[in-house]
């Protein structure tokens, strides 16, 4: 599965589980996470999607070590599995992160 594909589907699982999905782009800033996502109970968290068995490359997971440093939820996520996981977590209710 290509990544442009389970994009499609993370997104379309988490709107279903009743968040919303912003593509995150922060000029300046190389190696934020792909998607932000606003949860039920103003929950927020962020996500980076990768290929099958990809994983963040090094500038990525410094930005994700910053965000996780700051209190943030941030998921990586390289399966259908992972992205019906976050929507589970996401999609849970207040303190479901």
């Known amino acids: ?9 993370f997104c379309r699982k988490l709107q ?6 912003y593509k995150f782009v922060s000029p300046g ?5 792909d ?6 109970g ?9 290929a099958p068995g990809g994983k963040p490359r090094p500038l990525q997971r410094m930005q994700m070590g910053r965000l996780r440093g700051m ?3 941030v998921f990586v996520v ?11 977590q996401m999609g849970g209710g207040p303190g479901a992160v």
């Open 71 to 73: 209190g943030c939820a």
């Open 78 to 88: 390289d399966s259908k599995e992972w992205a019906d996981r976050v929507a589970r």
């Open 1 to 9: 599965m290509r990544e442009s594909e389970l994009e499609r589907y």
């Open 35 to 40: 998607r932000l996502i606003v949860a039920p």
């Open 42 to 50: 103003g929950r927020v968290a962020f996500a980076e999607l990768k």
């Open 29 to 33: 800033n190389a190696g934020v996470p």
């Open 16 to 21: 279903e589980a009743g968040c919303l999905t």
